[in-house]
Each structure stands twice: as structure tokens, then as C-alpha cells.
């Protein structure tokens, strides 16, 4: 969480309409997670109609994403691997929609007046992360695994996972 609190942007990585990899750089805010889940939340906002708007839809959709600090110092190389599902946020809850909002918005105060009616708020809960930090050891990595908690938001129905699967 230090890390992810620290950067504001990371390159979000979903598939084009053609099946192809394409990612993105995003403006973002960390939240520790929803009440009942350790998972953690990386909150962007984009429109529906970009690329990676579009592959999302309105989730949950398996993602991947990056963020790494600019270094030329090998000691001092550090980073995130992500993975995880995004669920556009107005699918949950009032409440847990309107604390991500604010949480965006305290991180990014410009945004609120550049959020449109295109735009959308999106939730990557992560379900896999993985630290590389060459301070606490040459090639040093840790890795996270968390359940989203878009199974307890979108229960199942019968002979489904999810929900929204």
C-alpha cells in the first residue's frame, strides 16, 4: 500500500477490441479496500468509449497493471506488478461508490472539475501484487494474493461463479 500511495499514475493493461494488449497510463488513488475485504483498490477514472473503457464495460474484468519509480540507480529500482478485476463503480454500493469518489477526489482535487457525464470511476480490487525493491535486496520480490470482494458485492446465481461472470 506504501508504494501504490506514494505514485499517482500507473499503466493499466486490458485488451483492445481486436484482442490485442494495450495499455494505458491513468491517474489513480489507493484505498486500503472495502469493509470485509483485505484486498486493495487502485480507483481511476476514464470514459466508457476508450479502449480500455470499452474491454472493461462495466466488469468485473481481469486486468493487469504496472507502476514503477524512474531510476537509473540499480540499488534503487522498485515497483509494482498488478493483477486484478475492475467493476465500473456505480455497480456498488451507494456508499462504497460514494467513499471511492471521495477518495479520488482527495487525491486528484482538479479532477472534480473535468468529471463529466462521459466519465466513469472505476474499482481494480487486486488480486495479485508483486513488489520488486532492490533497497531490500538485488532482484528482492514479495508477493500478495487477495479475493475480490466483488463476490461478496455481485453474489452468484445458480451455476454461476459470480454474478457479473
Known sequence: MRLLQERWV??????????????????????????????????????????????????????AAALYLE????????GLQLRGEVVVCSRLHADAAASLRTAYLER??????????????????????????NRIGFGKRLVWTFEPPWRR???AGPGEETALR
Open 71 to 78: 531510476t537509473e540507480v540499480l540499488g534503487e529500482v522498485r
Open 10 to 63: 500507473f499503466a493499466l493493461a486490458t485488451l483492445d477490441d481486436d484482442g490485442l494488449p494495450y495499455a494505458t497510463p491513468l491517474f489513480y488513488a489507493a484505498v486500503a479496500g472495502l469493509p470485509g475485504s483485505d484486498a486493495p483498490l487502485v480507483v481511476f477514472a476514464s470514459r466508457a468509449d476508450t479502449c480500455h473503457g470499452r474491454a472493461i464495460g462495466d466488469g468485473p474484468t481481469a486486468v
Open 153 to 155: 458485492e455481485f453474489p
Open 108 to 133: 486528484h482535487p482538479v479532477a472534480a472539475a473535468h468529471l463529466g457525464e462521459r466519465d466513469r470511476l472505476y474499482a481494480l480490487a487486486l488480486t495479485w501484487a508483486k513488489l520488486t525493491d
